[in-house]
């Protein structure tokens, strides 16, 4: 016989801190990946250090950069994560294909239109194949560890 799929009460507080969790963990592992799969090209400033710059006025220097990228990056993370906690609760099939559809989704919506728009990155046409490939699959691994992680903190959260 099969197990039988209990239905757990939905909450959304619930799902939103196992979210900020895999959100952190999600965070982690792209990092490992855009070690092995770099998204930028030399001398490009990265989409987080050009939003602060922008937000500050004025350019970074030297370890600024790197913790204003580390910082932009860890929070996004950690929010975006915990959106997606909150949005499964709500709607479970938002964790299609073990959220590497909420990753692939994340970078469509980031990498295509939001950063472009805001004048932080290059229009998606204009971005380097090795851009575009290294955010499909760092992101996709961002969705897969962010789901694993999510799935058993809320598992522990009842």
Same mark, same amino acid.
């Given at each position: 016989?099969? /197990?039988?799929?209990?239905?757990?009460?939905?909450?959304? =507080?619930? $799902? %939103? #801190? &196992? !979210?900020? @969790?895999? +959100?952190? *963990?999600?965070?982690?592992?792209?990092?490992?990946?855009?070690?092995?799969?770099?998204?930028?090209?030399?001398?490009?400033?990265?989409?987080?250090?050009?939003?602060?710059?922008?937000?500050?006025?004025?350019?970074?220097?030297?370890?600024? /950069?790197?913790?204003?990228?580390?910082?932009?990056?860890? =929070?996004? $993370? %950690? #929010? &975006? !994560?915990? @959106?997606? +906690?909150? *949005?499964?609760?709500?709607?479970?099939?938002?964790?299609?294909?073990?959220?590497?559809?909420?990753?692939?989704?994340?970078?469509?919506?980031?990498?295509?239109?939001?950063?472009?728009?805001?004048?932080?990155?290059?229009?998606?046409?204009?971005?380097?194949?090795?851009?575009?490939?290294?955010?499909? =699959?760092?992101? %996709?691994?961002? !969705?897969?560890?962010?789901?694993?992680?999510?799935?058993?903190?809320?598992?522990?959260?009842?």
């Amino acid at each position: 016989m099969g /197990r039988k799929k209990t239905q757990r009460k939905r909450s959304v =507080v619930k $799902g %939103a #801190l &196992a !979210g900020l @969790a895999g +959100g952190i *963990a999600g965070a982690g592992a792209k990092l490992v990946v855009e070690a092995i799969l770099p998204p930028g090209v030399p001398g490009e400033i990265p989409a987080p250090v050009a939003l602060v710059e922008k937000a500050a006025g004025h350019p970074l220097k030297g370890t600024e /950069r790197e913790a204003a990228r580390q910082a932009v990056h860890w =929070v996004f $993370g %950690a #929010l &975006a !994560g915990a @959106a997606y +906690g909150a *949005a499964v609760e709500l709607l479970p099939e938002a964790s299609t294909w073990r959220g590497a559809a909420f990753g692939l989704a994340l970078n469509r919506f980031t990498h295509s239109r939001l950063l472009p728009r805001m004048g932080l990155e290059a229009p998606v046409g204009e971005q380097s194949t090795q851009k575009k490939q290294s955010e499909w =699959v760092t992101h %996709a691994a961002y !969705g897969l560890v962010t789901e694993a992680v999510r799935r058993g903190v809320r598992r522990g959260l009842e």
